[in-house]
């Protein structure tokens, strides 16, 4: 099982940022992708960015050109660049990591999330 913390959210005035950290312990036998969804109050999951083991990444309409999602391989860490950041931003946001085990088998794990709200 692959342990996945998030911090670095917090309140942040519009148009401005954050750049929260997810970082993976644990071992994984093959890294896949790692993903950032968000979730606001009475809204469904959104799925935000994803960035796979050979670097590609996705985006969002709603986020694109605002979000970049990178990481760091030596510190098992992905990160949310949130940049001109809008009310609208306002959500948990949880990473989950897709990787496989020795076998084979698609494993998936998710971190706890953290609170990013966007005050006007």
């Known amino acids: 099982q692959v342990h996945l913390v998030e911090s670095g959210g917090g309140l942040v005035q519009a148009g401005g940022s954050l750049r929260p950290p997810c970082v993976a312990s644990?071992?994984?036998?093959?890294?896949?992708?790692m993903d950032w969804y968000r979730q606001a109050p009475r809204k469904q999951r959104e799925l935000v960015a994803t960035i796979t083991s050979g670097g590609s990444t996705n985006y969002a309409d709603s986020v694109k050109g605002r979000f970049i999602i990178s990481k760091d391989n030596a510190k098992n860490t992905v990160y949310l660049q949130m940049n001109r950041l809008k009310l609208e931003d306002t959500a948990v946001y949880s990473c989950?990591?897709?990787?496989?085990?020795?076998?084979?088998?698609?494993?998936?794990?998710w971190g706890q999330g953290t609170q990013v709200t966007v005050s006007s």
């Open positions: 644990g071992s994984m036998f093959r890294f896949n992708a």
């Open positions: 989950d990591v897709k990787w496989s085990d020795a076998a084979g088998r698609p494993r998936e794990d």
